[in-house]
C-alpha cells in the first residue's frame, strides 16, 4: 500500500477517505482536520488562551501536541481521580509530555488532587455516595475543568473527544430518545452565562484509530490501558458495534455524526427564517434556566449543583 | 511470530509469514479498532509479517 500523495511505502490505510498516507503525510492530514474543525467551528483565535483536559490518554496528549505544533497558546489540567496504580501511571504520562515536550513551547500544567480537595479517591467518594463510579468522576472532572479554566481566566477549554467519542454518544441519545442531551452534541459549546467556560472539540473530525495512529507516529508515550473502573461501560459497546459497522461499511461513523450536525445546523436555520419565533438556542435556553450555585457559585439549574450535592453527601457519609 | 496483545496483556506465537489482515482475522479483530505495530513501525493492513517479527497488536477504544 503506498502513500496517496507522495506515492512511498504507506504507514497507515484509511479506507474511509479512500487514502494511505506516510508518516508524513498522514501527520499533515491530521493537523488540516484539526485546523478545519477550530476555523469551521469557529472554536478559538492566535491569542486565546485555550485550556486543555489532559487525562494521559492517546486523545488528550495527542492534542495537546497538535494545538501546540499548530501554535497556539494551550496549557493543560490533569485532574488526579486517586485510582490506586491507574492515576499513578497517567499522571507519569502526562508529567512526562509536559517537561518533554510542552515545556519547549513555554506552556504549563496543572494538576488537580481530588484526594487533596474531595478528602478522598475517586472510587471511596462514589461508595460514600452510593452513584457509580464514572458518573461520579465525570460530574468532578466536569466541575473542576470548568472552574479551572473561569478562575484562571482562560478563554476556552479543550477535550480530547474524537469522531468514536462523538458516534458512540450520539448513538446512545438516539438509543434511548435523551433528545434534551442533543443540543450539547456539538463540537462547540458557547461559554452561555457567566461562570460556564467555552467547550471545544478539536478531534471531533479523527476517529479513534487515526489519533492513536498520530500518537505512535509520533512516539507520544500514553497510557494504553483502559481505566479499571470504566470496564462494561456501555459507550464501549457502542464503540465496538460502530466499529464492526465502519469495517463493513467505510464512513459510516462519519455520515453518523456529521450528518447529525448538518441536520441541527439546518433545522436551526430553517426555524429562523418562518413565520413562527425560531426555537430557543442552546444558549438562550441556558440562560433562562441557570443560576448561580448557592454554594459554590457555578452556574446550576437547581438551587445547589450537582458537584456541592455529591460533596455534602460525601462528608456527611464519611461522617456516619 | 511472536505477538502481543492487550487488555489483559499477553504473548502468542503465531506462525509466519502471514498477512496483516489475515493475522487480525485469525484473532478475530476488527480492523477499525486496532493498529499493528511491528518493532517501533505502523503498517498497513495488506503488509506480509515474518515469521521472525516482533508485532504488537494495539486496541484503540478508550474511555467510559
Known sequence: ?320 | MRVTLSHPERQVEIPGPKRVKDLLRDLNLVVEAHLVIRGDDLVTEDELLKDEDQVEIRPVISGG
Open chain 1, 1 to 320: 500500500m503506498n502513500c496517496k500523495k507522495c506515492k512511498i511505502k504507506a504507514v497507515i490505510g484509511l479506507p474511509r477517505h479512500n487514502a494511505a498516507f506516510c508518516k508524513a503525510c498522514f501527520n499533515e492530514f491530521v493537523l488540516e482536520q484539526v485546523t478545519r474543525a477550530i476555523k469551521g467551528e469557529r472554536m478559538f483565535g492566535r491569542d486565546d488562551r485555550i485550556l486543555v483536559a489532559v487525562s494521559g490518554g492517546k486523545d488528550s496528549l495527542a492534542l495537546w501536541d497538535i494545538l501546540l505544533k499548530l501554535g497556539y497558546k494551550a496549557d493543560a489540567l490533569y485532574v488526579d481521580l486517586g485510582i490506586p496504580g491507574y492515576s499513578t501511571k497517567s499522571r507519569e504520562k502526562v508529567q512526562q509530555f509536559a517537561d518533554s515536550v510542552a515545556r519547549t513551547h513555554e506552556a504549563k500544567l496543572l494538576i488537580h488532587k481530588v484526594e487533596e480537595e474531595e478528602g478522598a479517591g475517586i472510587r471511596e467518594l462514589a461508595d460514600l455516595i452510593h452513584r457509580p463510579t464514572c458518573s461520579t468522576c465525570g460530574t468532578i472532572k466536569r466541575y473542576q475543568f470548568n472552574r479551572a479554566a473561569v478562575e484562571q481566566h482562560y478563554d476556552v477549554m479543550a477535550t480530547g473527544h474524537n469522531l468514536d467519542d462523538e458516534a458512540s454518544r450520539l448513538l446512545g441519545n438516539v438509543l434511548h430518545w435523551q433528545e434534551e442531551y442533543l443540543d450539547k452534541q456539538g463540537p462547540s459549546l458557547p461559554a452561555s452565562v457567566e461562570g460556564f467556560a467555552k467547550k471545544v472539540k478539536p478531534l471531533y473530525r479523527l476517529s479513534e484509530r487515526e489519533v492513536a495512529a498520530y500518537s505512535v507516529l509520533n512516539r507520544i508515550d500514553y497510557i494504553v490501558d483502559e481505566c479499571p473502573m470504566a470496564k462494561g461501560s456501555k459507550m464501549l459497546l457502542y464503540k465496538e458495534v460502530l466499529n464492526r459497522l465502519e469495517t463493513e461499511s467505510p464512513g459510516t461513523k462519519q455520515a453518523f455524526y456529521c450528518g447529525f450536525l448538518e441536520k441541527q445546523a439546518r433545522a436551526l436555520q430553517q426555524g429562523s427564517g418562518q413565520a413562527q419565533p425560531a426555537p430557543p438556542s442552546m444558549a438562550e435556553k441556558d440562560r433562562a434556566t441557570l443560576h448561580p450555585c448557592a454554594t459554590c457559585s457555578q452556574p446550576t439549574t437547581a438551587e445547589i449543583c450537582s458537584y456541592c450535592k455529591m460533596m455534602a453527601r460525601a462528608k456527611a457519609g464519611s461522617t456516619r
